[in-house]
T-cell receptor, first 111, second 111 residues
Framework: GAGVSQSPSNKVTEKGKDVELRCDPI?????LYWYRQSLGQGLEFLIY????????KSGLPSDRFSAERTGGSVSTLTIQRTQQEDSAVYLC?????????FGQGTRLTVV | RKEVEQDPGPFNVPEGATVAFNCTYS??????FFWYRQDCRKEPKLLMS???SGNEDGRFTAQLNRASQYISLLIRDSKLSDSATYLC????????????FGTGTQLKVEL
C-alpha cells in the first residue's frame, strides 16, 4: 500500500489477555517505530527498529511488552497479560531517511 | 533530562494572532529538525523541516538556534484550522538515524 497500515484499527480485550498489534510499513522503509499515546497525552516512545541492527527497546514500559520485525518489514507489538493502564492508541511509523510517516493507529481498550 | 522538551500548553489565541512555540533539545550532535502537526484523534504528519538558516512556508516560519539548542515555530495570522498539537522532532544522526519526538504543544485558535 501507499502508506503505513496498522491492524486492527480498534481492539477491545479483557484484562489479563494477550494482544498482538500489527504494522505494515511503507515498502522499502528501513526504520520502524512504535509509540503509545494515552488520551490527551503526548507520544510515548516504545521501540525502534533500524535495518538489521539490534532494536532500541529503551521505551518498553515492562517485560509484558515485546515487538519483533520479521524480514525487515512487518512488525508485531505484543502485550501480554494486558492491564487497564495499557489502554491507549498505539501508533506505528516508518521512515527511510529523516521523515517519518505514521499509520492511523490501533486503539486498544482493556476492560 | 528529556532529549526533546516542549511546553505542553495549551496556547489559546484569538484568530489572526501570531503565536510562537519553542522546543529545546539536549544532544548537541543532533543534525536534523522538524515540526509535525497532530490533529485531534489523528496521526502526526510532517508540517515542515527546519533548516539552519531558517525557513518559511506561507504563514509558518521555522528557526534553529544551534548555540542555544532550540528550534522555534512561528505562526502568523492564526486560523481556526491551525488548532492542533505541534510536535518538535529531532534526528540525532549517526548510524542510528533515530527520530526523537517531543510530547507536543497544543494550540487552540478561538474566534
Amino acid at each position: 500500500g501507499a502508506g503505513v497500515s496498522q491492524s486492527p484499527s480498534n481492539k477491545v480485550t479483557e484484562k489479563g489477555k494477550d494482544v498482538e498489534l500489527r504494522c505494515d510499513p511503507i515498502s522499502g522503509h528501513t526504520a520502524l517505530y512504535w509509540y503509545r499515546q494515552s488520551l490527551g497525552q503526548g507520544l510515548e516512545f516504545l521501540i525502534y527498529f533500524q535495518g538489521n541492527s539490534a532494536p532500541d527497546k529503551s521505551g518498553l514500559p515492562s517485560d509484558r511488552f515485546s515487538a519483533e520485525r520479521t524480514g525487515g518489514s512487518v512488525s508485531t507489538l505484543t502485550i501480554q497479560r494486558t492491564q487497564q493502564e495499557d489502554s491507549a492508541v498505539y501508533l506505528c511509523a516508518s521512515s527511510i531517511g529523516r521523515v517519518a510517516f505514521f499509520g492511523q493507529g490501533t486503539r486498544l481498550t482493556v476492560v | 533530562r528529556k532529549e526533546v522538551e516542549q511546553d505542553p500548553g495549551p496556547f489559546n489565541v484569538p484568530e489572526g494572532a501570531t503565536v510562537a512555540f519553542n522546543c529545546t533539545y539536549s544532544n548537541s550532535a543532533s543534525q536534523s529538525f522538524f515540526w509535525y502537526r497532530q490533529d485531534c484523534r489523528k496521526e502526526p504528519k510532517l508540517l515542515m523541516s527546519v533548516y539552519s538558516s531558517g525557513n518559511e512556508d506561507g504563514r509558518f516560519t521555522a528557526q534553529l538556534n544551534r548555540a542555544s539548542q532550540y528550534i522555534s515555530l512561528l505562526i502568523r495570522d492564526s486560523k481556526l484550522s491551525d488548532s492542533a498539537t505541534y510536535l518538535c522532532v529531532v534526528n540525532r544522526g549517526g548510524g542510528g538515524n533515530k527520530l526523537t519526538f517531543g510530547t507536543g504543544t497544543q494550540l487552540k485558535v478561538e474566534l
